[in-house]
């Protein structure tokens, strides 16, 4: 089997509205192995969401591709999009996406349904869940009754229900203190290291990227990987206000 999982290859992003013409990626490419732990690291507004939502298929690149195993998603059918999403990738999203009108368990059993799972296998499933995730106790709360990390622990299980082989979790420690940031990712770590699934997260803080075996940057509109890629290895250029490699002089 290939190491390589995914492979971006000179991706481009312009939005266009009325007021202005954006250009956030430029020009990126980067390739992703099997059981890869990568930090995506830029400040607010870099484009880190834009990144992601390209690398799952949820928006569609000015120019470049993203090959999975070498196959290009910019050339498959909606369905297959939808069923990769369900099956091979599990994202965590910036803005949760709970189903307000749905409990905990229910939230997390959405993915299998949708898979064809029974829903006594379902329930049976997010209830395991819910305890890996420390929640079992929330199990019928629904998530207006759940605090950010609550909701956060409640999107982990969700993602992971049909045994994804990516784990996506876009600012997944965002909205939390650093201890609850670091429980998180913690979490996600174990999960990702003990299904041997591919993990990449995103963050705006230095800090959050420590446990990532890889580490890259986004500035200027460009992804980028230095080879000794470690946390003691950034500073915050404030001139430019950007994160850089020490060193690096752009
Ligand atoms: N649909 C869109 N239409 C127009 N501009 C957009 C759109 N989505 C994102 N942008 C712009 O693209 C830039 C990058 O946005 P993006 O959400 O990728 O940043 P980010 O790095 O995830 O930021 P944050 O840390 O705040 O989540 C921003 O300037 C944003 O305003
Ligand atoms: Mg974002």
Known sequence: MSKKIISVENLTKTFVSKAEELT?????????????????????????????????????????????????????????????????????????????????????????????????????????????????????????????????????????ANYPSILIADEPTGTLDSKAGDEIINLLLGIAQQRQMTFIYTTHDPYVTKLAKRIFLIQNGLVVENGQSSFDNIEFDEKNFKYKFKGDKI
């Open 24 to 160: 956030v990626l430029q020009g990126t490419s980067f390739n992703i192995n099997r059981g890869d732990v990568i930090c995506l690291l830029g400040i607010s507004g870099s484009g880190k969401t834009t990144t992601l939502n390209i690398i799952a298929g949820l928006d569609e690149p000015t120019s470049g591709r993203v090959l999975y195993g070498g196959s290009n998603i910019g050339e498959w059918t909606l369905n297959q999009l939808y069923d990769f999403r369900l099956q091979e990738m599990g994202i965590i999203f910036q803005e949760f996406y709970l189903l307000e009108h749905l409990t905990a368990l229910e939230n997390i059993m959405v993915p299998m349904i949708l898979a064809e799972k029974t829903e006594d296998e379902a329930q049976e499933r997010a209830l395991e869940l819910l305890t890996q995730v420390g929640l079992r106790k929330k199990a019928i709360n629904h998530p207006e009754e759940l605090s950010s990390g609550e909701k956060q622990r409640v999107c982990i299980a969700r993602a992971i």
